[in-house]
């Protein structure tokens, strides 16, 4: 597989940041602080996980599959996290232990966003600073700030690299509902497995001793 070059030209599916529609939502805002890694960190990153073009164009070919069933994939997600108390403890009220839906609800919303903008991210720098950002919201850093909740300090961050096996493994059959051949669902499936471990690394950042990302 040829691996992308360090800087990606621009592939465009109409599925590009488009901001505050969704509260809390801030990609590509002036807010977002630059990202401590580069994009020649990212791009080896990328050359160490053999993502290459091949992975983009896949990522593209998702685009239009997954852009009306994200509802339906998110009920799969949230009926994963419902199940299973390690994950649901992190959308919990500090003092009652009770999950809080409002949290849940607003959170969903930028999930909704994060399937697109997994499938059209362009791999720039405000793709890079928001990872950054993602990964700050999950730390203890920023965790509840975004939606102004009181719930637990931090998400453990040995789940965050976990949740690449539930995410990508319960998208497929969304990836093969419209048609597309055996293949090309292979070939989607493999670069949404590559994309979310990804940025599952990016946001390890916050959790990281300093020097050692």
């Known amino acids: 597989m040829r691996l992308m070059k360090p800087i990606l030209p621009a592939l465009t599916l109409g599925v590009t940041p488009a901001g505050a529609a969704v509260p809390g939502y801030t990609y590509g805002q002036p807010s977002v602080a630059r990202a401590p890694y580069s994009l020649d960190d990212l791009a080896a990153l ?10 983009i164009r896949a990522l593209r070919q998702s685009a239009p599959i997954l852009a009306d069933q994200t509802d339906a994939i998110l009920d799969v997600w949230y009926g994963f996290v419902a199940s299973t108390p390690e994950l649901l403890v992190f959308f919990g009220n500090a003092r009652t232990g009770e999950p809080d839906a409002g949290y849940l ?7 909704a966003r994060w399937i697109l903008d997994t499938a059209g991210a362009q791999y ?3 793709w890079l600073d928001y ?45 093969a509902s419209k048609g597309a051949s055996v293949a090309d669902v292979e070939n989607m499936h493999a670069a ?3 994309s979310v471990l990804l940025q599952a690394i990016l946001w390890s950042e916050p959790y990281v001793r300093d020097g050692a990302f």
């Open 46 to 55: 990328q050359k160490v996980l053999l993502f290459g073009d091949d992975d």
């Open 105 to 111: 609800a607003a959170v969903r919303q930028r999930f």
């Open 124 to 126: 720039d720098q405000a």
């Open 131 to 175: 990872q950054y950002e993602i990964g700050l919201r999950h730390s203890r850093i920023k965790k509840n700030r975004t939606d102004g909740v009181d719930s637990t300090a931090q998400v453990n961050f040995r789940y965050i690299p976990a949740l690449t096996i539930p995410i990508t493994t319960t998208l497929k059959p969304f990836l």
């Open 192 to 194: 949404w497995v590559k």
